[in-house]
């Protein structure tokens, strides 16, 4: 087995934990801000991400090339669009964001489970098991 793949799989591992610590963190930030007047809930886009890791791999000829993908956001955060309207202003929307947390933290469990999986993988490789 190649160092080089266990360099992959764990970096691979190390960024979607980063990723998923930092959704947790945007949906608390809404949830600690859902009484404050003019406060724009936002979101992690996963998406997005995926789009700036792949384009990050790509070379341009011109810096004419790929004007829409420099501008986009780098860390995936945008606003989210609310259902209903507050009087406030206010777009923290607390039904919204309880589901999400709780996709969230099953999408962190389930991170850590693979991380665990590819550990105990690697472990029984090196014993020769």
């Known amino acids: 087995m190649s160092i080089k ?7 691979a ?4 934990i980063d990723l998923r610590t930092q959704n947790q963190t945007v949906i608390a930030s809404n949830i600690a801000n859902a009484d404050t007047p003019n406060y724009k809930a936002r979101d992690v886009k996963f998406s997005k991400v995926l789009e700036d890791v792949a384009y990050d791999n790509l070379s341009a000829t011109s810096n004419l090339h790929m004007t829409n993908v420099q501008n986009a956001p780098r860390n995936g955060i945008m606003y989210r669009i609310p259902l ?7 777009t923290v929307e ?3 964001e309880q589901a999400q947390f709780g996709q969230a933290a099953g999408d962190y469990q389930a991170t850590l489970n693979i ?6 993988t690697f472990k ?3 014993k020769g098991e």
């Open 94 to 96: 607390m039904n919204i």
């Open 5 to 11: 793949v266990f360099d992959q799989t764990f970096e």
């Open 13 to 16: 591992l190390s960024r979607t």
């Open 124 to 126: 029984r490789a090196f």
């Open 84 to 90: 209903n309207n507050s009087f406030d202003g206010n």
């Open 115 to 120: 991380l665990e999986q590819r550990i105990n």
